[in-house]
């Protein structure tokens, strides 16, 4: 069951703040009643609660702060954390340009290689930077750190992708893409991945109505 508010301010027509709180509950069995604020529930398992802000400063600019509460139901507040906080560039130089930097999801196919997990509890996302050019077909440049050196002998894991989405005719799609995976905690040796592949995704529905759809996908890997 989800449930989820929005409210907009607006200062001028290039400038405006957007909240949205949002709300996503799992169950085991017999039932969730939400309504009216007023929960009812039995063997409630967990409750995610994601509250985040949008901030446009400009047409080009946002900046996007999302803060994460993940919790048992009943339990006392947790560990809180953003979610999301990154600042995204738009149109840069004038051309298809985007640019995001910061925290956030990186969503690419059909999430069986990189995904968000938008169906946990808890979600995933990235610190990273993604550069994306073009519009309904596009190509993605990003690095994204898995693992940041700390005190407690945790050194760095950085995953290093380019991925291709080409658009033919609006009904398919033809994505191929390249990854690396370079993580120094593997020992003397260090890992180091790489992984190639290709998804075709589409579909067609013809003047009866009648739909035919497919998603494959297939990669391949080497390294240490």
């Known amino acids: 069951m989800e449930q989820g508010e929005h409210a907009h301010v607006f200062f001028h027509e290039k400038v405006g ?5 949002y709300v996503l509950c799992h169950w085991l069995e017999d039932f969730l009643e939400l309504c009216s604020h007023h929960v009812v529930q039995k063997d409630l398992l967990s409750a995610l609660c994601l509250s985040h802000a949008l901030v446009i400063r400009q047409l080009q600019t ?3 702060l999302e ?4 919790r048992l139901w009943g339990e006392e ?6 979610h999301q906080a990154y600042i995204e560039l738009d149109q840069l130089f004038s051309e298809p340009i985007n640019l995001r930097l910061g925290r956030q999801e990186l969503i690419y196919g059909n999430e069986r290689l990189i995904g968000s997990l938008g169906w946990s509890n808890v979600g995933r996302s990235f610190d990273a930077v993604r550069m994306r050019y073009g519009s309904e077909s596009t190509v993605d440049l990003f690095n994204a750190k898995l693992n940041e050196s700390g ?12 991925y291709g989405h080409v658009v033919h005719n609006g009904e398919h799609a033809v994505e191929p893409y390249a990854l690396y995976e370079h993580d120094k905690n593997s020992g003397e040796a260090n890992r180091k991945r790489a992984t190639a592949g290709l998804r075709l995704d589409g579909g067609h529905t013809t003047a009866n109505g009648h739909g035919l759809g497919y998603d494959v996908e297939g990669a391949v890997q080497s390294g240490s």
Do not use: M, P
């Open 62 to 64: 946002h900046v996007r």
């Open 77 to 82: 507040l947790g560990t809180i954390d953003f």
């Open 67 to 70: 803060v994460q509460d993940s």
């Open 17 to 21: 703040l957007i909240f949205d709180k």
């Open 151 to 162: 005190a407690d002998g945790i050194r760095d894991r950085n995953l290093f992708g380019l």
